[in-house]
């Protein structure tokens, strides 16, 4: 079915009560597991590339390969370009067939986060590309973007309605409580701001930091309206225990990679259906 929207692909979270995960990828085999546990939940997917993935894997090897899993698997596949600071880096995407971009001009004042997001937005859209803003500073380490504590800030939901309104996004990154990277201490979400939020717009919203928040808080967080959970660090980490598991267990003379490959494959497919179990996107493709 090719590449879905963003917009097209959270259009009817917050109606029906569900979420869709936004998933980083960094290769083939993660990227087609993951694709391979949605279709069999029936499950819309978003998969995720940071601007270092898209160095990795090139950008026209990302955008071919990915529309492939979609047409393969018949699923609604959203392709979209994480955390982005680098405008050249998003035209390219946007120009490449990436169906949606993140602006990620969070760290900038208030105003220049309007301009930058805005006239990301005007670009993207003519391309028929969503685009991703975030609002609010979230904390920890993003690949190579890292937030100390001092710095982060909370959403605030009076700034919402202006920001969505001004710059024409199609989904709202809020900054709540979550954090990038494996959590020190458990995260405390605070759901007094998300339902402040919720009450302020009815763009999607999306939460990021997904990794280690406890199974309860997802399914608040869903059925409160947020329409996107990005996960990432958790599967670099389902990813590479895979692999070393599979290197283990295969003889020293095994020398076809495939059989230390699959294994990710797998637990990449494995880790994805848990996750639509808690978003509750199944069936929903
Ligand atoms: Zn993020």
Redesign the pocket.
């Known amino acids: 079915m090719g590449l879905v929207t963003l917009r097209e692909i959270l259009a009817d979270t917050r109606e029906k009560h569900y979420a869709v995960g936004g998933f980083n990828m960094n290769s083939y085999e993660d990227s087609e597991g993951m694709v391979m546990g949605a279709a069999r939940k029936h499950s819309p997917i978003i998969i995720m590339t940071s601007m270092a993935c898209v160095k990795y894997v090139g950008l026209k090897q990302l955008v071919g390969m990915i529309r492939g899993m979609a047409d393969t698997y018949n699923i609604p596949v959203c392709l979209h370009l994480?955390?982005a600071t680098d405008i050249d880096l998003i035209k390219a995407c946007v120009g490449a067939g990436y169906t949606s971009v993140?602006i990620?001009a969070s760290k900038k004042e208030f105003e220049e986060n309007i301009a930058i997001t805005k006239s990301i937005v005007d670009f993207a859209h003519t391309y028929g590309c969503s685009v991703e803003a975030?609002l609010g500073k979230?904390g920890g380490r993003?690949e190579n973007v890292v937030v100390s504590d001092s710095e982060k800030a909370y959403t605030n939901p009076e700034d919402v309605p202006r920001f969505v309104e001004e710059t024409g996004i199609d989904a709202l990154?809020v900054a709540i409580g979550t954090a990038?990277g494996f959590y020190k201490a458990e995260p405390k979400i605070d759901f007094e701001r998300l339902d402040a939020i919720t009450k302020k717009t009815t763009c999607p919203l999306?939460l990021?930091?997904g990794t280690g928040v406890p199974e309860e808080d997802f399914r608040r967080c869903v059925k409160m309206g947020m329409s996107k959970i990005?996960v990432?660090t958790q599967l670099k980490k389902d990813y590479t225990d895979a692999l070393r598991k599979a290197l283990k267990e295969n003889p020293e003379t095994e020398y076809d990679p495939r059989p230390f490959m699959r294994p990710v494959k797998e637990a990449c497919a494995q880790a994805i259906m848990a996750k639509i179990d808690i978003f509750g996107s199944e069936n929903m493709a």
Do not use: R
Request: aromatic share 0%.
């Open positions: 994480d955390h993140m990620d975030e979230l993003e990154a990038h999306v990021h930091g990005n990432g």
